[in-house]
């Protein structure tokens, strides 16, 4: 029998906008050493956001937004659409007035969740999910930060085939990025994305800290 889903909202941190999903209950926690998010939240930062910690928390939120609140005030960007990795393909959705970051979708979720950093919003779900991995860590150096400490698995990058099948080896993977056992109540975070004008696209250099 599946637990019971409590409602959740995710709110920016002015207060401009905010969505709420149909099941609060974080799915899955990463923590993610990579260049792409160091970027996105440091630019949002640059912007008048939240400064980002070196190692960023990822949680993986049910895909299934119920009500939505101030769409004139969000909208996604790409850091670039010339970027053929996997990383380069998240859509970030931020309000364009306190550059919070509301979700970030990417194809490899299937519209079955979308990610969030929770320290860059106000997120009233349960947030109590263990820590699962450390995810995309060959770009992490000493100078960026301190070194990972928690007993968890840890990967480099997620190129390779076999690097991909030892992530979804673990059970709570496998777990947040399968369909879930109901159908949605509401609308995927990628047709939120379409629904608030698509997504701009910034043209970053790869790696360039702001």
Known sequence: MSEKK?????????????????????QLK??????????ALEWGHSKGAVKP??????????????????KAFMQSYQLRNDDPSVLGMSRRMYCIECYSIIGVDHPAYQDNVFLNFPKHCKNT???????????????Y???????PTEDVPLFATLRFTQEVNRLFAIPAVAK???????LPEGI????????TGGTKVLDFEKGTRL
């Open 125 to 139: 779900g349960d947030l109590s999910v263990p820590l699962s991995a450390y995810v995309n860590m060959v770009d």
């Open 141 to 147: 150096t000493e100078e960026i930060g301190p070194m």
């Open 176 to 182: 947040a990025l399968s369909p879930p056992e109901a």
């Open 30 to 39: 990463f923590k993610c050493g990579c260049q792409d998010c160091r970027q």
């Open 53 to 70: 910690d070196a190692l960023p928390d990822l949680l993986y939120m049910a895909s299934d937004i119920v009500d939505i609140r101030g």
């Open 188 to 195: 995927n975070f990628s047709t939120l994305i379409e629904e």
């Open 6 to 26: 409590i409602a959740a909202e995710i709110n920016c941190n002015c207060g401009r906008c905010s969505i709420t999903l149909a099941d609060g209950k974080a």
